[in-house]
Structures are given as structure tokens and as C-alpha cells.
């Protein structure tokens, strides 16, 4: 039930986008027992000048391979549960798509399970 | 007062977006009392491949006709709203857009009031 | 460490919309004591009918130069300060960009600490 925004700057393969979904969707299950079935992301790459990025932030180095992944979830995740999500997230997305797991930022947003309706109009954790 | 994101996949006609885009904000008005003059939306059409979508999510069937609305609003807004507020969007995107109600997802991002300012750099709901 | 989307319309030159990305940033740093070096955006020009507006909203007229910042940035700034935030942005838009103040339409989505990844895999502000 996540709801995921990646993006990426331009020139990145069909098949390579294809990897870095996949990873970042498998940590979310994996790290934090989001639903195997939820897989909704929408990925974007930015026209060049798009994604606007310091040359390094907190010690860390930035390139224009950045990959910026903004989660809109459910609430109550522990900081535990985070922590991992984070490091599976910089794992996964090394091994299947060979981002540099310096270039990768993530960025939660929570919500009540109330803020969502996945479809039929209806409120899907709440219906009635 | 909200500020509506709309993604859908690449090749709606401008005459269905804008119909699109009315019947989101009418359902805004009618079931959670937005103001009718607050019509702020980012509407997007997806390259191909830039929103992914499982067959379906919670035995809900999802088509590349998928609409996504994530909506940003001022907290505050109890569950039956919430409740209403889904099902009227869906009646009126089906009615108005032929958006198939199992082909809506909507999220939900609440705010307090002090977050917004819209226009001349003023908070807009508490000005001084 | 806030991640900032702007959303213009499209025909911006790339000069001027450097120029409000390093106004926006500037505010943010001065008004909201973000770190100088943390400067994350995500810049969209929009397809014509893209970004949807009313003439006017709240007696503030709007037109096809408005410029749609959404900031996701730590909770916990006073009303005072988003206040000088508002404000500052309205001032550097304006005289770096350009940006009629009554066009700048500002949202700020507020998160915990523990909610962000700058890279590494690592909860930024709480590694371990």
C-alpha cells in the first residue's frame, strides 16, 4: 500500500528502470511488510536540469546519478523497521541497478490508514 | 484549498483531462467542503512505464487507465468524510471520464493550516 | 535537508529557472535555517494544461506564471517562522525571478527526523 515516487534524471534504460522498481518494491516488502501485491510507483525522468543536487551533503557525494524516492505510507513503522527499510532500499538498489548507494535519497511521508482509497471508492482499510 | 496531484498514463485527450480534472475537483467540493474557487491541480501524463501498477491490489483489478490522486489538505477531516469523499470521486470520474471506480486510487496527505501560503508570500489561514 | 518540487509551466528559460531554484533555496536557508548545502529540488515544467489554477483564489489573482512549491522539510518550525519563510520566498522569487508574489503558491508537508535517507542507507539523523 505504499505509494512511491522515484525519480531519476533522463537516459536511464527501459530495463534498467524496470530493476530499480523492482528493488525498491522488494525492500519495501522485505524491510517493512508492505504488500507483496502493492506495487504502485510512479517514475519519472526529469528533463536535464530537473533534479537540482548538491555536489556532496553531510560528507556524502551526490552525482547526477541520483535517485530520489519519496514513500507515502501508512504510519507506525518503528525507527528500527526505518533503519532497515533505508539500508535494503541502498542494498537492493546497488545489487539489481547499480546505483551508488551515496546517490540514493529516500524521503517517508506517513499517513493514517484512513488516507487511502485503492480503488471502488471506498475507504480500503476502513470500508465501512 | 487542497492541492490536487493527477497522474495518468500518456494519451488522454485534453477534452477527458479536463473533464477529468472538474469531476476531482467537484467531488472536493460537494463531499469535503473545499472551496469551489481553490481549483489547484498538477496534472501529469505518464511516459510509458513511468507508473506501475499490479494486475490487482486487494482483488481489485488495475488497467493502464489508472488514475492516481494524492491530495494534499488541511487536517481535520473526519473518517465519514474521508468515506464520502472517495465515493464521490469515483461516481464522478466514472460519470464524467469513463475512469473505471477500480482504476482510482487516491491518497490523502493532511496538513495543519499554517502550512499554506497562496499567494504573497502571506499564511494564507493566519495571516499576521 | 528539505526536498523541494517546483512546478512551473513550460516555455522558462533555463536561466531564470536557475535563478528561482537558488531564490527558493536562499529562502530556505535564511528565513527556515535549512543547511546551506542541502539543496534538493525537483523542478517540472509542466505540459501545457498541466497545472491547473483559478483566476483568482481568496482575492489573489493567479496566472499562467504561477509557481507551485511543495516542500517536504523536519517538523517542528514555529508559525513565526514559517511566516518569515513565506514571505522570504515571495521576496527572492520575486526579485531573482521575476515571480509576481501573488503567483507563489506554497505548501509545506512536515515529517520526523527518522524520516529520512541521504544516502548510504543510512537514517540521516538518527544512524544507529
Redesign the interface.
Known amino acids: 500500500m505504499p505509494?512511491v515516487r522515484i525519480?531519476v534524471d533522463g537516459g536511464w534504460s527501459?530495463e534498467r528502470?524496470?530493476k530499480l522498481?523492482d528493488a525498491i518494491h522488494r525492500a519495501l516488502v522485505d524491510a517493512a511488510k508492505a504488500?507483496a501485491?502493492?506495487?504502485?510507483?510512479?517514475?519519472?525522468?526529469?528533463?536535464a536540469?530537473?533534479?537540482?543536487?548538491?555536489p556532496?551533503?553531510?560528507g556524502?557525494p551526490?552525482t547526477d546519478g541520483i535517485v530520489?524516492v519519496?514513500i507515502?505510507m501508512n504510519a507506525g513503522r518503528a525507527?528500527e523497521v526505518?533503519?532497515g527499510l533505508?539500508?535494503?532500499?541502498?542494498?537492493n538498489c546497488l545489487e539489481a541497478a547499480g546505483v551508488e548507494?551515496?546517490?540514493?535519497?529516500?524521503?517517508?511521508?506517513?499517513?493514517p490508514k484512513?488516507?487511502?482509497?485503492?480503488?471502488?471508492?471506498?475507504?480500503?482499510y476502513?470500508p465501512e
Open positions: 505509494l525519480s527501459r528502470l524496470g522498481s504488500p501485491e502493492g506495487k504502485f510507483q510512479i517514475v519519472t525522468e526529469h528533463a536540469g530537473g533534479i537540482v543536487h548538491p556532496a551533503f553531510q556524502i551526490k530520489i519519496q507515502t525507527p526505518k533503519r533505508y539500508a535494503a532500499l541502498a542494498a548507494p551515496d546517490d540514493l535519497v529516500v524521503s517517508l511521508v506517513e499517513v484512513e488516507n487511502w482509497s485503492w480503488g471502488r471508492g471506498v475507504m480500503t476502513a
